[in-house]
Nanobody, 118 residues
Framework: QVHLVESGGGLVQAGGSLRLSCAAS????????MGWYRQAPGKQRELVAA???????KYADSVKGRFTISRDNAKNTVYLQMNSLKPEDTAVYYC????????????WGQGTQVTVSS
């Protein structure tokens, strides 16, 4: 009952920037956290950044200082500003939302491709 739609992916040269957006719709009253994960070919899906409803933020070590996650609670939208992109950032990026008070559910977007060329 929650739908996540990502946008903003694309092809960018190393050192460039992209801004990803993820809009949540549907039953979004109890979003505990939203975040971004990525999965490169042959790699496990990994957490890139997450932000809780209380504002706590977590980044993967590999993106600290380069990526910034933010959230517009009124719009149920989370953003990922990606600066100083590196080829190793190339992956499909997935938006995630954890929703629930007692029983918690994870919802995923369809993914958006980010390709960083060298």
């Amino acid at each position: 009952q929650v739908h996540l739609v990502e946008s903003g992916g694309g092809l960018v040269q190393a050192g460039g920037s992209l801004r990803l957006s993820c809009a949540a719709s549907g039953s979004t009253f109890n979003i505990n956290a939203m975040g971004w994960y990525r999965q490169a070919p042959g790699k496990q899906r990994e957490l890139v950044a997450a932000i809780t409803s209380g504002g706590s933020i977590k980044y993967a070590d590999s993106v600290k200082g380069r990526f910034t996650i933010s959230r517009d609670n009124a719009k149920n939208t989370v953003y990922l500003q990606m600066n100083s992109l590196k080829p190793e950032d190339t992956a499909v990026y997935y938006c995630n939302a954890e929703i629930g008070l007692y029983l918690k559910y994870d919802y995923w977007g369809q993914g958006t491709q980010v390709t960083v060329s060298s």
